[in-house]
């Protein structure tokens, strides 16, 4: 209905069907949203991101976020983004994907916040990787 009428072409709209699609699940139906609107922020990428990620689409999820890295220079990953795809990065026990995501972290200084390290610290231990003290 909101790509009927041209209401995707309001970000804050897109944004909001795409986090209520992914909410009920209907992921296809948010990524279509997604595909549609002719401009995204950083709040549209989260949104389907942790929509895949929430929905068991782990792989496209992660997927997404390279896509994400290489499409959009202006956009930068923030405490959002990384949260969402450590655990991501666990339970597909991609240790190699989630030091990726570690070292944006402490390259965008967002290394420092808590529930970065959190996510962090469960990340490595999903994949049997015990970090020690100094390395966050």
Same mark, same amino acid.
């Given at each position: 209905?909101?790509?009927?009428?041209?209401?995707? $072409?309001d970000?804050?709209?897109g #944004?909001? %069907?795409?986090?209520? /699609?992914?909410?009920f699940?209907?992921?296809?139906?948010?990524? $279509?949203?997604?595909?549609?609107m002719?401009?995204?922020?950083?709040?549209?990428?989260?949104?389907?991101?942790s929509?895949?990620? #929430?929905?068991?689409?782990? !792989? $496209?999820?992660?997927? %997404?976020?390279?896509?994400?890295?290489v499409?959009?220079?202006?956009?930068?990953?923030?405490?959002?983004?990384?949260?969402?795809?450590?655990?991501?990065?666990?339970?597909?026990?991609?240790?190699?994907?989630?030091?990726?995501?570690?070292?944006?972290?402490? $390259?965008?200084?967002? /290394? !420092?916040?808590?529930?970065? !390290?959190?996510?962090?610290?469960?990340? /490595?231990?999903?994949?049997d990787?015990f970090?020690?003290?100094?390395d966050?």
């Open positions: 209905m909101g790509v009927k009428v041209g209401l995707i $072409k970000v804050f709209v #944004n909001a %069907l795409i986090a209520m /699609y992914c909410k699940g209907f992921v296809e139906d948010a990524d $279509k949203v997604f595909v549609f002719p401009r995204r922020n950083l709040v549209t990428w989260n949104s389907l991101i929509g895949f990620a #929430n929905n068991g689409f782990s !792989q $496209k999820s992660i997927d %997404l976020f390279m896509v994400f890295l499409c959009e220079d202006s956009l930068i990953p923030d405490v959002a983004t990384l949260v969402t795809l450590l655990p991501v990065c666990g339970v597909e026990r991609e240790v190699s994907r989630g030091k990726t995501v570690h070292s944006l972290a402490v $390259k965008l200084v967002l /290394y !420092q916040d808590l529930m970065v !390290q959190n996510a962090l610290m469960d990340m /490595y231990l999903n994949c990787v970090p020690t003290f100094g966050f």
